[in-house]
């Protein structure tokens, strides 16, 4: 599966950016899709995933805030940011698991939030 990640910018805090995904390839095999991010200095952590089923999980950070979705044919996933706080401030990556347990990950996309 190959990605495409858009959307990240700059903005100021409590502002809203949307993030969105494009995936290609073996569509049928996604398992989950999701977002992770990695700010300077850390080690990346998930932000939300949802799963085939339509469940959703969210990290405690960003519960109530952020918003993920994806289309059935799994070829698109988005994540609604609202009411960015400048500890949201990293490089968003969007990432799938297949039913085959390989990982596949976009480019990243940069999105910094101004105090």
């Known amino acids: 599966v190959q990605l495409q990640a858009s959307g990240g910018g700059l903005v100021q805090a409590g502002e809203s950016l949307r993030l969105s995904c494009t995936a290609s390839?073996?569509?049928?095999?996604?398992?989950?899709m999701g977002w992770y991010r990695q700010a300077p200095g850390k080690q990346r952590e998930l932000v939300a995933r949802?799963?085939?089923?339509?469940?959703?999980n969210y990290a405690d950070s960003v519960k109530g805030r952020f918003t993920i979705s994806a289309d059935n044919a799994r070829s698109n996933v988005w994540l609604q940011m609202n009411s960015l706080k400048y500890d949201d401030t990293a490089v968003y990556y969007c990432h799938v698991l297949d039913s085959r347990a390989v990982d596949s990950w976009g480019q990243g996309t940069q999105v910094t939030v101004s105090s």
């Open positions: 390839g073996r569509l049928s095999s996604i398992r989950v």
């Open positions: 949802i799963v085939r089923s339509g469940i959703t």
